[in-house]
Each structure stands twice: as structure tokens, then as C-alpha cells.
């Protein structure tokens, strides 16, 4: 299981963590904002919304989180585009953690991960909420 060690929470400063195992540094936000003003953040930081596209990275970065900051929901990368969920990177979903009955589609096409069970929600884009920056790496 990938746990941050205490010498790689923040190891240059900025507030990005890195778990080593994963090759995964980011950064979590307690303030809420839109999916798009999250994104321009994150941009601002060399950075991008969370890409959690394998199930060791969504359930490394749900426990640490929540292991730090308690149950709670986070906005990832993942938007729906033309019939089909993208990352920020461009790539289609293929591994996915959609809670049950989920997605529900009509105007939701925006995705926050929900902690407490490392679980996927749909939601309309100009909902506010937490977020997760990732870097490509912290070294």
C-alpha cells in the first residue's frame, strides 16, 4: 500500500506531497471552487486536476487523504465529453469507481472522489468543491 512516508510529505516546500511507490505528487485544496477555476489553479501551479486512472492511485490518494483530512469530496480530472469520460490527460477512463447506480448523466459531467469509500460521483459542473492538483513528479 502506497503511504507517504514523513520525509515525503512536502518535500520541496509547496505543499505537494509524494508517495513514492505510486510516482504521485499532489496537492489537496480545502477551499471549493469550481471544476474550471480548480483547473485554472492547478494550471497556475504547473499542475493539473488529479488523475486517479488506476485503482492503486485512487485508493492511495483517498486513504492518505482521508487519513489527514477525514471524510470528505474531492474534485479529480474526470469530465464527461461526447459520450465518454476523459482525464485531464487526455485519456479515456478504462478503470473506473463509479458508487452504485452511477453515473447518472443528465448535465453531470463533472466527477469528485468521495474519501470515505474511494468511490466516484457524477455532478453538475458549476457545484463547488475541494480539490486535488497533481504534479507530473516532485523530483
Known amino acids: 500500500m502506497d503511504r507517504a512516508r514523513p520525509e515525503a510529505e512536502d518535500p520541496f516546500g509547496d505543499g505537494f506531497v509524494l508517495l513514492e511507490n505510486s510516482q504521485l505528487c499532489f496537492k489537496v485544496f480545502e477551499e471549493v471552487k469550481t471544476p474550471y477555476e480548480a483547473r485554472n489553479t492547478c494550471n497556475r501551479l504547473g499542475a493539473k486536476l488529479i488523475v486517479v486512472d488506476t485503482e492503486e492511485k485512487n485508493t492511495a490518494v483517498s486513504e492518505y487523504v482521508k487519513s489527514k483530512l477525514g471524510s470528505n469530496t474531492f ?3 474526470l469530465t464527461h465529453k461526447q459520450n465518454r469520460f ?4 487526455g485519456n479515456e477512463a478504462t478503470v473506473t469507481h463509479w458508487d452504485s447506480g452511477l453515473p447518472r448523466g443528465a448535465n453531470r459531467d463533472c466527477v469528485v472522489l468521495y474519501t470515505h469509500n474511494a468511490l466516484w460521483y457524477d455532478f453538475v459542473c458549476s457545484f463547488r ?4 492538483c497533481e504534479k507530473q513528479l516532485c523530483t
Do not use: D, K
Open 129 to 132: 468543491f475541494r480539490y486535488i
Open 86 to 89: 476523459v482525464w485531464e490527460n
Open 75 to 77: 474534485l479529480i480530472g
